[in-house]
């Protein structure tokens, strides 16, 4: 038996990018984690951990339209490996990466802290005229 799901909070290192694949887009983006401890010492540490993530279809571009460097996330999803050659020196590489089956707004984007309802859109929903600049998150369709 077998268990793939994890749960991440942080915040976007870049703004996430959007390019069409085989069957559909896919959205790529990388979120900060932070890990935190007491050392022997008792001092406290901290590590900075950067997760590559992807989604797919509608999900990935309604995060492509809402989420910039910096904004808070909640991703929900699994993990998966992807292996390659280097084009350089032909050796084997491989990445470990999310994908993303949900998200939720973790904070209204004017600096609060409030928490809203996981997005969880399936491939055919369509978000559409939000107004640029700040977005109020009760007009999002889902």
Known sequence: MAYNRVVLLGNLT???ET???GSGSVTSFS???NDTWVDKNGQKQER?????????GARGETIAKYFTKGRQILVEGSLRQDTWDDKDTGKKRSAIKVNVD???FVNDGKGGGSSVAAAQPTD???VTDVPEGEVDLSEIPF
């Open 14 to 16: 870049r703004d996430p």
């Open 124 to 126: 055919d929903t369509v």
């Open 19 to 21: 390019r069409m694949a």
């Open 48 to 56: 900075v951990n950067f997760i590559e993530c992807e989604a797919w």
């Open 31 to 33: 979120v900060a984690v």
């Open 102 to 104: 949900a998200f939720s």
